[in-house]
């Protein structure tokens, strides 16, 4: 099983639709992000928690809200989807480690394609 | 504001032979991390290589590595032997004091049989 799971993978709704993209962690990390993904744009950071109590917003946060249920469990909300949230969205975690530990990567998942028409 | 450039936006080389894909990036810090991830079709994101901005040496993973040029900020990546399996989009990323990755746009590199 995947270390980092989200779910849909694919989903397909029309504007002004409420949707929740959920995302799950085994990897007992305490920081996860979602970011967007679009041609030509690369990824980008809509929000991310350093653990469940705290909640940040990244460079594209409008539109968006997200709930931190439990320390493996990080949600994204599109209150009203619109058209141009079309994209691909990925969930990942980070173990900050201390020292040498440290080594800043994120693991994702298999991200979730959703198409608002 | 801390940025990461990438300049071509798609490469091909032929199969077995090597290429480089560039990468830039801005930032007044003195510590952070920098990486290559790879999404082929499947649209996961793969950690290819890591490098320490502490750490002189240039990393390497096998038929991947890096040319880390502090003083220019610069971080590109070279594939030796290129083989059809390394077809992808491939995307350069920092990891700086906030704490939070940043990614170019990436650069889509087609594998020529």
């Known amino acids: 099983d995947a270390d980092v799971t989200q779910t849909p993978r694919n989903r397909i709704t029309k504007t002004g639709k409420r949707i929740m993209l959920e995302c799950s962690q085994t990897?007992?990390?305490?920081?996860m992000y979602w970011y967007r993904q679009d041609p030509g744009l690369g990824l980008r950071l809509i929000y991310y928690?350093?653990?469940?109590?705290?909640?940040n917003k990244g460079e594209i946060s409008d539109g968006y809200s997200v709930s931190r249920q439990a320390q493996a469990k990080f949600s994204l909300s599109l209150e009203s989807a619109i058209p141009n949230q079309t994209a691909l969205y990925f969930c990942?975690?980070?173990?900050?480690?201390?020292?040498?530990?440290?080594?800043?990567?994120?693991?994702f998942g298999e991200g979730s394609r959703l198409t608002v028409l | 504001a801390q940025t990461v450039t990438q300049s071509q936006p798609e490469m091909s080389v032929q199969e077995a032979e090597t290429v480089t894909l560039s990468c830039t990036y801005d930032?007044?810090?003195?510590?952070?991390?920098l990486f290559w991830y790879k999404q082929p079709p499947s649209r996961q994101m793969i950690l290819v290589i890591r490098?320490?901005?502490?750490?002189?040496q240039n990393a390497t993973e096998n038929r991947f590595s890096v040319n880390f040029q502090k003083a220019a900020k610069s971080f590109s990546l070279k594939i030796s032997d290129s083989q059809l399996g390394d077809a992808a989009m491939y995307f350069c990323?920092?990891?700086?004091?906030?704490?939070?990755?940043?990614f170019g746009t990436g650069t889509r590199l087609t594998i020529i049989p």
């Open positions: 990942a975690t980070s173990d900050p480690g201390t020292g040498g530990a440290r080594t800043g990567e994120l693991f």
């Open positions: 990897k007992g990390h305490d920081r």
């Open positions: 928690s350093f653990d469940v109590k705290d909640i």
């Open positions: 930032t007044s810090e003195s510590d952070y991390y």
């Open positions: 490098q320490e901005a502490y750490k002189q």
């Open positions: 990323a920092s990891l700086f004091g906030n704490e939070k990755l940043t």
